[in-house]
């Protein structure tokens, strides 16, 4: 996968397979497979795609909470396997997860204060004055203000919106490199997403940092993203900057989520869009859920398409470089 400058952290050919039980025997659930991914500073790249593609697992993986089958995460050209203690906690301080529910990722029992000021104390940072300061810095940047008003208080105290900015305040009190956000959003109102999203796209312009946003909705990586991967039972199937896929998609099951998004404000469109649910993992069909399938389709090679982005759909074969 071509990726953007000053790449931070990396995957390479990451592959996260479960043995699951079924009657009397073992089926192999290949979640993520044989996935290349990059993250570069000062670049939000989106990760798109229907329940149950690999997404979040890929996200566990990059962020160090999982560990791969096979393939191995690099940060700033490192493996992840192969830190020293003390090299792994500098990389947990430098990647940083926000988790899609709020409300199970922090503790109920701990204030703002106390949930936004652990992953100082537990990189070391322990001076009163400063992890005060810090935490009122990180409150005031996602717009909890003044930040006096929301130390004390408690997660049932805080609206939907707020809890969830509380988890990035959590995530850029440490000033992190690289940002992993698993469905930031999903569980917000409309109202209040803006906001969300907006804090993200200041932090990477102001500190540089990288940014993988995952979510199901194309429309948001449209607005959010750089660049734009499409992810489809634990493959990628197409990469590139994030107008392009979205303008002129080529792989077809780009084409289906992005057909799928309703149009605000325009008249019915009547649309073929993709049927049925997302195949199983652990018996991933010869032909992919595709209006355009055929009996080669069942690799998803990427391919180099008109340079980027890049797609891996046989039909496109014809354009490969």
Do not use: W
């Amino acid at each position: 996968m071509a990726a953007q400058d000053s790449t931070l952290l990396e995957a390479k050919s990451v592959k996260v397979y479960y043995s699951v039980r079924r009657g009397v025997s073992n089926i192999l659930l290949k979640a993520v497979d044989d996935v290349d991914f990059k993250v570069g500073g000062g670049y939000i790249i989106g990760v798109v795609g229907e329940s149950g593609c690999g997404k979040s697992t890929l996200a566990r993986v990059l962020s160090g909470i999982e560990e791969p089958t096979d393939g191995e995460v690099l940060f700033n050209g490192e493996s992840l396997r192969r830190m020293s203690r003390s090299k792994k906690k500098e990389f947990h301080r430098n990647v940083q997860m926000i988790f899609q529910d709020p409300y199970e990722a922090i503790n109920a029992r701990y204030t703002v204060f106390d949930t936004v000021a652990e992953g100082l104390r537990v990189q070391g940072v322990k001076e009163k004055g400063v992890v005060e300061e810090r935490v009122h810095r990180a409150l005031e940047y996602v717009r909890l203000s003044p930040p006096e008003s929301f130390t004390m208080r408690k997660p049932f105290e805080l609206s939907g919106g707020q809890l969830q900015r509380v988890a990035i305040a959590r995530a850029l009190v440490l000033e992190p490199k690289v940002v992993l956000a698993d469905e930031p959003v999903s569980m917000l109102d409309v109202s209040v997403r803006a906001e969300v999203l907006n804090t993200l796209i200041k932090a990477k312009s102001d500190r540089g940092m990288g940014v993988a946003f995952i979510t199901h909705d194309i429309a948001l990586a449209d607005y959010v993203s750089d660049y734009v991967a499409v992810m489809y039972l634990g493959k990628v199937v197409e990469y590139g900057r994030a107008d392009d896929v979205v303008s002129n998609p080529l792989h077809p099951y780009t084409q289906a989520i992005i057909d799928a998004v309703p149009l605000i404000g325009k008249k019915f469109v009547d649309r073929e869009l993709i049927k049925g649910e997302i195949s199983s993992a652990m018996n991933v069909p010869s032909q992919p859920r595709c209006l355009d399938a055929s009996l080669h389709c069942g690799s998803t090679r990427l391919l180099p398409v008109r340079r980027e982005p890049f797609s891996a759909c046989h039909g496109l074969r014809i354009f490969s470089v």
